[in-house]
Structures are given as structure tokens and as C-alpha cells.
């Protein structure tokens, strides 16, 4: 079917020069075993012997590609994400199949014949001209091109409202059967081991990590596990006790008979409007469907022995959907249908790839969850995956695709069932920058969300959080509203927020963020080797560090406080969750050191503004005086019938106070806090208030504006590492050599755009004098400094000062729009701190 189908598959095993499956003797043990023969598997065993791993078993249940990689639609894309490290996945993919052939002998199919996205309304000309940017910057060449050049590249299509088209011509299309094949005789050719027929029933466990597999035929040692199971990855990792959060759905493509008006070197045609793609296939086109509300299948488990496995489609439900397909392209309402396929695929809850070692054991990697991208980054993901086994750590930014940053509940039946219904449609959604999940929500609240909700909040998803985004005033619903790149009806909200904090008093709830309760007598010890500055200060004081691996780039960005001289209160955001719970648990190892995770425990609402102290005061019996409670420094209050943790602390720039409540209690110092403010002023704030005040101040957040490829100095934090440290901590040696190196060519900026009226947000692209440096890797809007304001990671070919910010011209481009910037090194917002330390 992609299009040769199973037999393709079965013949091409046939014709491998492998002997029967059943005459095949299991070795004792690998070095790594791979589970799983599809076009992830065969990708990750290629590149790990490419890689030097000689001793590498691939363990195929049924015959390769038999999953869903057999009727992929083989699309080979490069454009689309503003994403860097997806867009370099597809990048490395796309040569790869290209230079596969002349390895191993076998065609990958590779056909670039070009891709062509369609705009048909102006939000999607938006979202496409901000991406068509930011992809050239990658290095993807893209054309926009006109509804007459359409035409004429794809003459059966309507194009009478199509506003602009985006031209990619080296994309096209690849034989997902083919170059799976390839890859499989290019990773036996050097030295894997690839037997199919076994499933793997089981794993081997010993003390938190992977020892190997268990098979019918017998156990395999193994030092790595990689899960490239697909659609059964989640079934497979249960039996290792690993979540991944997955489901399969329904995915749909329609086969006509041949049509003599269509030319097999037409580009891929694809208009998300219209749910669709279209390509040649067969002398005829192939049509396939990206529904906006789809059918999960199977959730409770696939069939073990669905092999090569097709669908009946469901013909009532997809026939609206496939009429607004079929109109793009109006012959195919004419021609006749050779086939109407279903086929499962899976997909994520956030539509993100699912890679790398599993938080519950080490050395059990997972490669899947691609949300029918496998075949266009499948030799990325491979590549990745491989390289992160090999050496340790992975080369690449995955914090959006680590397997770490989901949690187990995810996994659950109803809410798989519940977020995949939406998940698929959302591949073809205008991905306007606060477009709201509608689906699976409520999973986890607040104590105080029933307070917030009463107070007009709107909220959104944080990881499965229900976080209030900013609050409505009396008589107006609290709803996100018409979509748009523009300011939305509630922009007027959110200033008010901003400006509150500046200048008078609010809360936030943050009860989201992770929390982490690690006792012990080597508590401190522990905690300082892992921790980039001094965290074992005096009790009662808090200290801002960074997590660093070896290669002294970031692993997490977070907070220490001390307790007592053996607790301590560490906090995370909420994406870095297990994350940084894994990193303490394996560093730890044997230590008298443990980690409790207490975010459920506590609920955390931060007070802040110039006249927080005020409010503070007016509530507790403590000392709130800049004398009793300096700066950093952190003690156990009284507030009512509640004793909190009350910690001076801002992630906003203004005086502030972070207050961990236990859970029982947080309703009651919620209601004694705003019955308190009312004199004050107080108001309540969001999340959106949360993004545009830190980013104001140039305040970093891990996973967002800066990443696993990042070096501490290259981040601007080189102020909060402790070099001199006794006994130093992990990443020093690396973080030492890159400072006697001496000025950075590469450095994280802070980027204000002059013009009040655009909006940035992501991916838009930093030029001085013409020529491009960089890009924004987030941004919101500065209500105090005027404009629009974001970090950048810059690279120039000499050292980054403010004397070279200075002497640049700085524009920043949005779309197809140029804006000029200021551009600094320290926050444009209260660059000495001042009013944090008042």
C-alpha cells in the first residue's frame, strides 16, 4: 500500500538472504537489544552500529515494517516546524534515504519531486510566512508562491481561494517499505543482528535497571533496551513498569483509480483546510485525511498478532470529512475509488515524539509516539536516539520529546481515549499561538481552583494542571475567544495584571510547579555535586542553581532551600518535573539521601508587587520587615490556623514572597490573603501576566528559552555557579574550560522590538545589519517596556558584548515583516535588582 504493501514487505524479507525465522537461534546476550522492526527500530539499530555498538540485536515480533510502517503515506517533509531540532530531524532524514541507496544496494524510494503547503485563510498565511522564515534560516529552501503558480505546478487542484501557496523543492516523497528495508541491510552490514518472529513477552530487572529481554525461546541479556514497538510501545513498556502515555488511532487515505490528467512528477499537495494531502500513487492519487475529531482504537491494548492489519472504515463518520477533501482536487468526485483504507497510528497527548530513557529504569530507552511523522524524521530520531545511548547524553534540544516530561496518569485509559479524539485533527490545526487543548482537562487542580474559577479565571493545560491564564473582569466569560496572531479581546486583561505587579499587589497560583521535599544526613553533600552553586547554605535561605551534565550544558534550572542541616526544598517547573526527580534519585544512588515528592502536598501562591510586604503583614504575626526577612531568605510563618513556608523569592522582578501551604489548608490563606488585599488593591494574575513580567526581567525558563545544548555561561548565568566551591559539582571541568576560552561567541539576549504593535512569540528570526544571528526561542509582550519582548540565542564570529549589541543595527522578522529591536545582555527591566531586594 505505500504503497506496495504487505506483499511488498513479505517478499522483500523473502529475498534478504535471512534464514527462516524458526531456524533462527537467539543469542544469549547483546549489548543492546532494539524491540520493535519498523522504520524507528531499523533506523535506531543502523545508527548505533554506525556509531561503533558492533553487538546490537533487533528483536522483530512479526516481519518488518509489519505495524503501521507498511502503509505510511511516505511524505518527506522539511517544512512545517519551528521546532530547530525537528526541522534538523527531518533535515538529517531527507539525506539520509538519499544517500542510503548508494550504502546498501536498496532504492529507499526517495522521490523529490516537492511539496506544496496551501494557505486558504489569513491566519494560516500567517502561521506559513512565520514558519517559511524560520525553516530558510534552517536551511530549507521555501518559496511562497501565487494561487497561478499553483495552478500550474498542480493543475487538477482549485486554487480560486487559495491566498498563497509555500513551495519546497526538495521535499517530496519516500517508500516507507523500501527504506526500512535499506536501513535493515545497512545495519546488518554492519554487524546487527536482525530475527524476526520473536516477540519479547518480557524484561530483565535489577535494581532500577534493564538487564534484557525474555522471549519464548529464552532470556537475552542486555546492557540497553531500546522500546520501537509503535502502537505497542505502551503495552511493552507496561511490562517493564516504564509509562508511555500513547494510543493508537484511525488514520485514513483514499486510493482512486488512475486519471489520465495526473503527472507522477507533480509535488505533494498538501491543504490542511481541507484536511487533506495529495499525491500520485499508481497513476491515480492518493488522498489522505487528517480529521479534526478522530477514533481512537483499541484502547484497551493492540492485538499482539495484528500484523500488516487494516481497518473497516467507518464510512458515516469520515464522509463529511472526506467530501471537503475530495473538493480540493474537484475529478475525484468523478473518478472511481480504488480504495478507501483505514489503518492505526499513534499518537501523543501534546503531539510530541516520545524519546529517550525512561524515568522508571535505567537504560530502557523508548523511540516512539511519532503522530504519523515517523517516516520523515525517522532517521533523525534514530540518529538521536542512538547517540544519546552511545554517549551518554543526547547532542540535540529534546526537551520537548523526552519521554520524561509526561507522568503516568497519562497513560490511563479515559484519558487516552479523551486527548486522542483531538490529538490527530491538531496536526493540521493553524497553530495560533493560544490555542487552548479542549480535551482530557480537569485531570489535576489546585486546592484553591474552585477560588480562582470563581474569580473569572480562564484557565489552560499545565502538564494536565488546570492554570489560570489570565482573569476576566465582572460580567464578561472567561473564554479564549476568535484565535488569531494578533491581540486577543483579552489583551486589556492582561495588561491590567502587569501592571498590578509593577506597581501594587498580586496573587498567582503556582501550586503546578514541582516540588521536592530531599532528606538525609548526605542530603547537602548530594545536593551540592549535582548543584552548579553553593546550595548547603545556612537553614533558612533559598539559592538559584542549575543542574549540569558533564559537558557543562543545562539538565535543569531551578531552586535549593535549606531547611535544617538535612532537608532541604527544592523547585522545579512544571515541564521538568520528573525530569529533575530522576537526575537527584540517580545521583544520588547509594547516599543517605532521599527525595519525597511533595507537589501534590502543597499548594504554592506567590504574593508579589511593591506593596506585597503590606499585604503580608496584615496577615501573619511573623516579621515581614526587610530586616527579619531579607532577600533569599526563607522560614515557616503563621497565617490564620496555617503554618506555611514562606519564601522571599520572585520570578516576576518585583518584592515578592512564594508561600508553600499545605494542601488542607490553602483554601483558608487564600481567603485570608484576599480578604486582607482588598484595601491594597489586590488583584489576581495568570499565567500570561507570569510570561510577559519574566520576561521583562530577562529571567530564564528551562525547556522554553533555554535547553539541554546550552552551557551555563552561553545562558548568561554564569552568576549563579560557584567555581570555587569545595569539592565542585558536576559540569565544572567543562564550564572551566569553556571560561578560559574567553569571550563567547554564542550568548543568550534579551530582544525588544521598538514598534509597539507586532506580537513575537516563538522562532522569529534576529538579524543585525542585515543578516541573520539568530532566533527568538520565546518571547511575550512588555507592557512596561512598550513592545514585544523575547530571548535569543545569537551567534556571531567574534566575541558578544554589549559593545557589539551596541554597535549593530537589530531587526527582528515576523512573517514576511521586518521590525527593528533593541537588543541587551542585562534585563532591560530593573537591570540592578533594585526592587526585588526593597
Known sequence: MTMHGRDQAVAEQAGAGQPPRAARKLPDRAQAVVVGG????????????????????????????????????GLMATFGSTSQ???????????????????????????????????????????????????????????????????????????????????????????????????????RMQGVTIIEGVPVTGFLRERGTVDGVRTGQGDIEAEYVVNCAGMWARQLGELAGVSIPLQAAEHYYLLTEPIAEVDSSWPVLEDPASYGYYREEGGGLMLGMFEPVCAPWRVGGIPADFSFGELPPDWDRMGPYLETTMARVPITEQIGIRKFFCGPESFTPDLLPIIGEAPEL??????AGLNSIGILTGGGIGRTVAQWIVDGSPDADITAMNIDRLHPYQSNPEYRATRTVESLGLVYATHYPHRPTKTARGARLSPIHSRLAAQRACFRDVSGWEGADWYAPAGVEPEVGELSWGRPHWFGYWE??????????????????????????????????????????????ITYTQWLNERGTLEADLTVTRLDDEQFFVVASDTAHRHAETWMRRHFGDAHAFVTDVTSGYAQVNVQGPLSRDLMAAVTSADMSNDALPFRAARYIDVGFARLLCIRITYLGELGYELHIPAEQAAAVYDRLVAAGQPLGLRHAGLKALASLRMEKGYRDYGHDIDNTDSVLEAGLGFAVALDKPGGFIGRDAVLAQKAKGPMSRRLIQVLLTDPEPQMFHAEIVSRNGRPAGYIRSASYGFTLGGAVGLAMID???????????????????????????????????????????
Open 38 to 73: 519498523g522504520i524507528i527500530g531499523t533506523s535506531v539499530a543502523y545508527h548505533l552500529a554506525q556509531l561503533g555498538m558492533k553487538d546490537v540485536l533487533l528483536l522483530e515480533r512479526d516481519r518488518l515494517t509489519s505495524g503501521t510502517t507498511w502503509h505510511a503515506a
Open 85 to 187: 531540532t525537528s526541522t534538523e530531524l527531518r533535515q538529517y532524514t531527507r539525506d539520509l534515504y538519499k544517500r542510503l541507496e548508494a550504502e546498501t544496494g536498496l532504492a529507499t524510494g526517495l522521490k523529490q519531486c516537492g511539496l506544496i503547503e496551501l494557505a486558504i485563510e489569513p491566519g494560516r498565511l500567517e502561521e506559513y510566512r512565520r514558519v517559511a522564515a524560520f525553516n530558510r534560516h534552517c536551511g530549507v529552501v521555501v518559496h511562497e508562491i501565487s494561487p497561478r503558480e499553483v495552478a500550474e505546478m498542480w493543475p487538477l487542484a482549485r486554487t480560486d481561494d487559495v491566498l498563497a501557496g509555500f513551495y519546497i523543492p526538495d521535499d517530496g516523497r519516500v517508500n516507507p517499505v523500501d527504506v526500512t528495508m535499506s536501513l535493515a541491510r545497512g545495519a
Open 362 to 367: 535505567r537504560n530502557y530507552f523508548v523511540a
Open 496 to 541: 491590567a495584571e502587569h501592571h498590578a505587579t509593577r506597581n501594587g499587589v498580586i496573587v498567582m497560583d503556582m501550586s503546578f510547579m514541582a516540588k521536592f521535599l530531599v532528606q538525609g544526613r548526605d542530603a547537602a553533600r548530594e545536593l551540592e555535586r549535582i548543584s552548579a552553586n553553593q546550595v548547603a547554605a545556612e537553614p533558612g535561605r
Open 796 to 838: 556571531a564570529d567574534e566575541p558578544i558584548d554589549q559593545k557589539y549589541l551596541d554597535a549593530g543595527e537589530w531587526t527582528v522578522q515576523i512573517g514576511d515583516a521586518v521590525y527593528p529591536a533593541r537588543t541587551s545582555l542585562r534585563p532591560l527591566y530593573d537591570p540592578s535588582s533594585k526592587r526585588v531586594q526593597m
